[in-house]
């Protein structure tokens, strides 16, 4: 899928601006061309202040369009060119299905109807993240600081992790943005977030109890959960340490960590054993990253830690062993 850039553009009122935040309009500037609907639809709404939920049967089904518009609008071309049909359900909440709305007026109807999309109930740290990337506003700094630096103070502000994967870098350019900021400014850390990513193929998502920015593919391809579920016949010993790593919560920071100083310190503040496995190879094992992370889960920072370094969690009889995931 070839993407183009997404331009926020920050207009200036007229008049005096002294001590007035600048308002911002989003545009979406991108070219789907073999999307499914669900990348789409979760591309456009990382951008705008609406929900969407899809008919599940329809997530897979791909389209092609270029879109050049406003949210909304930008919606509204992705469900006509995938043969679909918008519906509005209330004030910032829309639905794709394959069915036409009711009538207009019919709003009984159309209200029993949206009860019959399932949808996957969130946990509290994900709404909570959620909340903090529309409500939380943080600065914006002058002039084009390089993309950890600005990622670092934004993280500051909002006290949300964010989780840069290392191919995110690599892939943004110098300077990594597209745009440069003038004057300190005020944005929705979800609207500054992807000021940051103008590259072409760069987005974020919320998962591992912070926010992950990573390629399009990565975050396709990265697993959410640490552990896939246990087996029927599981022993005890491997449920209780399911049950922590489920429950725990930490807070720490890394800096300039190599992985085996990492799990050594998540080991000890979980209670458990984590050793690296024979098969890391030695540049896995001398690469050295900062990570910072404040009340979160203890299976979320170790997922956070492995997955944007190719690695994965086995479960063993001496606890956990990191190794390389399949097909690194």
Do not use: C
């Amino acid at each position: 899928m070839r993407a183009l850039a997404v331009t926020l553009l920050l207009l200036l009122l007229a008049g005096p601006v002294l001590a007035q935040d600048i308002p911002v309009e989003v545009w979406i500037y991108r070219d789907f061309d073999g999307a499914t609907l669900e990348e789409a639809v979760e591309f456009i709404t990382m951008l705008a202040d609406f929900t969407v939920e899809i008919e599940p049967a329809l997530k897979a089904k791909k389209f092609s369009a270029t879109v050049e518009s406003k949210p909304l609008d930008a919606l509204r071309i992705v469900a006509k060119a995938a043969g679909v049909h918008l519906w509005e359900l209330g004030e910032k909440k829309y639905a794709i299905r394959s069915e036409a709305p009711p009538a207009e007026g019919d709003a009984a109807d159309e209200a029993q109807a949206a009860e019959t999309v399932p949808t996957v109930p969130k946990e509290p740290w994900q709404l909570e993240i959620e909340k903090k990337l529309e409500e939380v506003e943080v600065k914006l700094p002058a002039g084009d600081p390089a993309l950890p630096e600005w990622l670092a103070d934004i993280e500051n502000q909002a006290e949300v992790p964010l989780f840069l994967d290392p191919a995110a870098l690599k892939a943004t350019a110098n300077p990594p943005l597209g745009m440069r900021v003038t004057s300190e400014s005020k944005l929705p850390l979800g609207q500054a977030l992807s000021t940051l990513f103008l590259s072409k193929q760069v987005m974020w998502d919320v998962r591992w109890g912070g926010v992950f920015i990573a390629k399009v593919d990565r975050l396709d391809a990265l697993p959410k959960d640490l552990l896939p579920a246990p087996t029927e016949d599981a022993p005890a010993p491997e449920l209780k340490l399911r049950e922590t790593l489920g429950t725990k919560q930490i807070s720490f920071r890394l800096r300039k960590s190599t992985i085996g100083s990492a799990m050594n310190l998540l080991g000890r503040k979980g209670g458990m054993k984590i050793r690296l496995g024979s098969t890391l190879t030695s540049e896995v094992k001398k690469a050295r990253f900062d990570l910072w992370v404040k009340d979160i889960r203890l299976d979320h920072a170790l997922a956070a830690i492995l997955f944007p370094r190719g690695l994965r969690a086995v479960v063993d009889e001496a606890g956990l062993r990191i190794e390389p995931a399949q097909g690194e």
